[in-house]
């Protein structure tokens, strides 16, 4: 093949990778997901994979009961962890990362395989806790 055809040929996969990272990078920026989202890339991810047949609720309940043990093990034996983790690498709180969203994952599987909309669920149950515990007047 020609230099020329090959050089072409070259940029326009680069193009093509470049194209890719930037649509992965925005799809793992979206920190305004909604859980109705959320819902739907786990659903299409067991379905190419062929895996709803594993997905049945107390599998997906151990699952989720694995990982929160993963994400103990990020606090263990470190004493008492300051809000906003400082003196953490940049690498532990990625690893963190991966581990909170692995048991929301599992528990928004969970909650769709048990017919349970976690939003509204989650939302109602906000307005009963304010019910059950008041907050103290300000008074003025
Ligand atoms: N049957 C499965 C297996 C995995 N997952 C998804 C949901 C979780 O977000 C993630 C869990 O993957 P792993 O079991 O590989 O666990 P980790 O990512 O924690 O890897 P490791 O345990 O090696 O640290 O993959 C899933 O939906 N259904």
Not at 64 to 79: D, N
Request: glycine share 4%; hydrophobic share 35%.
């Amino acid at each position: 093949m020609e230099d020329e055809k090959k050089a072409t040929i070259a940029e326009e996969v680069v193009k093509e990778q470049q194209q890719q990272e930037e649509e992965e990078k925005k799809e793992t920026a979206a920190s305004d997901v909604s859980l109705k989202e959320l819902s739907k890339k786990l659903d299409d991810f067991a379905k190419e994979r062929d895996w709803e047949m594993y997905h049945a609720p107390r599998n997906l309940l151990l699952a989720m009961i694995a990982e929160v043990g993963e994400l103990s093990e990020l606090f263990m034996w470190r004493g008492e962890v300051p809000k906003g983790l400082p003196g953490w690498k940049e690498a532990e709180k990625e690893h963190l990362g991966e581990e909170l969203s692995d048991v929301l994952l599992y528990l928004i599987r969970l909650s769709d395989m048990c017919g349970v909309d976690l939003g509204d669920a989650a939302t109602r149950k906000i307005v009963k806790n304010a019910v059950k515990y008041p907050a103290p007047s300000k008074s003025t």
